[in-house]
């Protein structure tokens, strides 16, 4: 059941008929998921591709490519044509659900706009020149040699794609540790969820949900923060609202009143509408009244967890400074309110929390997800069906990007570069010797390129230009490279910048597997030939070669064969056990062969669960007289990230710009109009956007999305970052808004001034100093941070060019200690 209940029947007898209830469909309450025309008994409502192309005559399994629930369709084909995609029943993500994006917008793929042969430029200025795979190749090797015999083996770096297959993406690592000789490879992982690897490692010891979807229809108690998963997750929302139905209670916790919220036949029973940025002040409060009201799970922290780490937190949480009275006014949210909402989360069976976006792109990101983790262990919620915490991830393999070692100072299985033991596996599976130091993350290249010394950079399936912060910022960095390689369906915004374009594959072309939110291993498997004639890790491959180092497979089964063989929780996977199964859950391997849906059962996976005091520290991005309101932003459920694959499809009558949602207090300040054009800017740049007054936001926060190049809604936001992981600040921009008579903004570039990579090391320094807990040794914390993730050169930056007068006094303290000289 989809529980939207969209249909009704209009009219009676001879004259009755399917609506929706006296409006449109596209403004009811369908989400065009399909479930209506796959249940039609009679045949009146299907697929209009059934008449145009015919009846299917083969079908092949597959996963979709969009959101991280991993839904399994049936890809019906006649010929070499898809006819249409149909949930699969037995899909352990989807169970027969589906969504607008996963069952209809798959057309791109065969879109006219795809580049399907490799294409060549000397600068960025001059016209693209079609070539062959041999000389494009030859050409990205050239220049990417020259650049590291000129300014040394570090000069160079990749990204990989969290929309390609864990096989892709493992090969592309590789390829930047082996043939590139060192460790500058980043995910996009890095502007989304890489908060959540942080804090769920430093507290459950591996970096990844705790549950399979079907969990949540055993929780008594729903907590959704940050996360909007009618929009975003809308398979997962449709299991959520059918555990709710059935009388599980919902808390809310979101600057928005979203469709997650308050739609048809569901309302969250607390909404804790909070301010921008002040996540942890309430999570803190609401652990606070578990502590103060002897609400503690006693049995349960004391036989799982670490003792001297949770009598350290509980002192910590108890403090009036964590209380909801105390944090009321910089949250925005009444302590009354957080006071009930605890008390119900506590006192239920089983409490689950599911967070998105809203949690990790923010300047306390990691201390969120600790936070998180907090609650659940204090209510003793994790290890069984209903309970755990739970990353709604963003794009199809995020996940697996990064279990695939697609962090710099990470290999594969969230294993640190620096760990020996870790090294010898590859150095002798590669036949290289490693290095030890961590590499550049995105924000570290793109900063280091506008000092001229990153100068080439291999972007798998990702548009850094339109998706990261700052976009002056990053295309200035771009701008500013020798080489720059992307490997996409399309010629997107990144590609503007690029000298070698190599053109790459759809889902429906791909061989390989993905990882979805919940760990589960989908086998993705090709419904039509390359349209290239070469699969990505083919181009990968002959890439490492011709930079001198031979790697090779003749199918992607090998490389998950050689994933198994390098990688603990991957042990047990192979195509045939995926085939024979249908999906596992990592880990997987000789203590549970057929996969762990549940983590953390008797013990986590750190032994004992650790308690993180998670101090709040108000963000540096906040309202000014200049820029007087708050922007966050998001996604909505007919468009997918930055657009590139949806607004190739019909999914554009529903949303075909991005639009400034508005209080209409705030817009009546400023006379502005509902649907007319509005000029948004921050403190780093501008843009225009049509307007929507709504009550959806609170006065004083305005929200938008960031689907479309022509509005580039990052134009806006800051390089204001999580602290421990640089994810960026997406949810939090001080802005204004006026009323503009022009069409969509041109972005404006220009060059950027001073030292980029030494104002990020200031930053980045004093950002941890603040947000590590001061009650032991915290400069022994920061130093210790700095060496895990911060490479040689900028320590050396640190120590040598920086005016120690910038610095906290608990970074000059770190600097002092060996480690960090």
């Not at 010929?79 to 029943?89: A, N, S, W």
């Not at 069984?384 to 963003?394: D, H, I, M």
């Not at 393999?397 to 100072?409: A, E, K, L, T, Y």
């Not at 000789?590 to 998670?614: C, L, Q, S, W, Y």
């Amino acid at each position: 059941m989809q529980g939207t209940f969209a249909l009704t029947i209009e009219n009676r007898g001879f004259e009755a008929r399917v609506s929706s209830s006296g409006t449109s469909f596209i403004d009811s309450e369908c989400v065009s998921c399909g479930a209506c025309v796959q249940a039609c008994p009679t045949g009146a409502l299907t697929e209009k591709t059934l008449l145009t192309i015919g009846a299917p005559t083969r079908s092949v399994i597959t996963t979709c490519a969009y959101c991280g629930v991993g839904c399994s369709f049936k890809a019906e084909m006649r010929g070499d044509e898809l006819v249409r995609m149909v949930p699969l029943k037995d899909g352990g993500a989807n169970a027969g659900h589906s969504c607008v994006k996963g069952r209809f917008a798959w057309g791109y793929a065969t879109h006219d706009d795809r580049i399907t042969k490799p294409l060549i430029r000397e600068k960025i200025t001059d016209e693209w020149r079609e070539v062959s795979f041999e000389e494009a190749i030859a050409f990205a090797a050239a220049g990417l040699k020259k650049i590291q015999a000129e300014s040394g083996v570090d000069s160079i770096g990749g990204i990989t794609s969290s929309r390609c297959t864990n096989e892709e993406v493992f090969v592309v690592q590789k390829m930047v540790r082996a043939a590139f000789g060192n460790n500058n490879v980043d995910t996009c992982a890095r502007v989304c969820h890489s908060p959540t690897g942080y804090g769920l490692n430093q507290t459950f010891g591996t970096s990844a949900g705790t549950q399979d979807f079907e969990s949540v229809e055993f929780s008594d108690v729903i907590m959704v923060i940050g996360a909007n998963p009618a929009a975003a997750h809308p398979v997962f929302n449709s299991r959520m609202k059918q555990a709710i139905r059935r009388g599980a209670k919902l808390i809310v916790v979101d600057p928005r009143a979203t469709e997650t919220v308050k739609s048809a036949h569901v309302e969250a029973d607390y909404h804790l509408q909070l301010l921008p940025g002040t996540n942890v002040a309430v999570i803190n409060a609401l652990a606070h009244v578990v502590a103060t009201e002897g609400l503690i799970n006693r049995e349960f922290v004391n036989e799982r967890c670490d003792l001297e780490a949770f009598a350290e937190w509980e002192r910590f949480i108890s403090l009036e400074e964590n209380s909801p009275e105390f944090l009321e006014a910089a949250s925005g949210v009444p302590a009354q309110k957080i006071r009930e909402a605890a008390r119900l989360f506590a006192s239920v069976p089983n409490g689950s929390i599911y967070y998105g976006l809203g949690v990790t792109e923010h300047s306390q990101g990691s201390t969120m997800v600790m936070g998180i983790a907090n609650l659940a262990m204090a209510t003793g919620n994790i290890g069984r069906k209903g309970v755990g915490v739970n990353p709604l991830r963003g794009q199809n393999n995020v996940q697996g990007s990064c279990d695939m070692g697609s962090f710099p100072h990470e290999l594969p299985g969230y294993r640190h570069i620096s760990r020996d033991d870790v090294r010898e596996i590859f150095n002798k599976k590669w036949g290289v010797t490693l290095r030890p130091e961590p590499g550049l993350r995105i924000p570290n290249m793109f900063d280091s390129a506008l000092g001229h010394k990153f100068r080439g950079l291999y972007v798998q399936g990702e548009d850094i230009a339109q998706s990261d912060p700052n976009t002056t910022h990053v295309h200035a960095a771009l701008r500013s490279m020798d080489m720059v390689i992307v490997q996409d369906l399309f010629l997107n915004e990144t590609s503007k910048f690029a000298h070698v374009f190599l053109p790459g594959t759809s889902f429906l072309e791909k061989d390989g597997t993905f990882t979805n939110a919940e760990r589960r291993i989908n086998r993705v498997r090709p419904v039509m030939q390359s349209r290239t004639g070469k699969t990505e890790y083919e181009v990968t491959c002959d890439l490492s070669r011709a930079m001198g180092y031979d790697m090779s497979y003749t199918q992607a089964s090998e490389i998950m064969d050689e994933i198994a063989a390098t990688t603990p929780t991957f042990a047990g996977v192979s195509f045939e056990h995926l085939d024979r199964m249908g999906s596992l859950q990592w880990p997987v391997n000789d203590k549970a062969p057929d996969g762990t849906p549940t983590m953390h059962i008797n013990e986590f996976v750190r032994g004992e669960g650790k308690f993180m005091p998670t101090p709040y520290v108000a963000t540096l991005e906040k309202s000014t007289r200049k820029f007087p309101l708050l922007l966050t932003t998001g996604r909505i459920l007919s468009q997918y990230n930055v657009g590139a694959q949806t607004r190739r499809t019909a999914n554009n009558i529903w949303h075909s710009e991005d639009i400034l949602d508005i209080h209409e207090s705030d817009a009546e300040m400023r006379g502005i109009k509902d649907g007319s054009w509005v000029k948004l800017s921050s403190r780093v740049g501008e843009t225009i956007m049509h307007a929507r007054i709504t009550d959806s936001v609170p006065a004083g926060v305005v929200y938008t999305t960031f689907h479309f190049p022509e509005s580039g809604a990052n134009v806006i936001t800051t390089d204001y970052s999580d602290w421990a992981t640089n994810c960026p600040e997406y949810k939090v921009t001080a802005v204004e808004i006026s009323p503009s008579e022009k069409g969509p903004a041109v972005i404006h570039e220009h060059d950027i001034a001073g030292d980029s990579q030494l104002d990020s090391i200031i930053r980045m320094a004093n950002q941890i100093a603040a947000n590590v807990p001061k009650a032991t040794a915290p400069e022994i914390e920061v130093a210790h941070h700095i060496v895990q993730f911060w490479t040689p050169e900028m320590r050396e930056r640190l120590h040598a060019d920086v005016d120690r007068s910038k610095l906290d006094p608990i970074v000059l303290k770190a600097m002092e200690l060996e480690s960090v000289k």
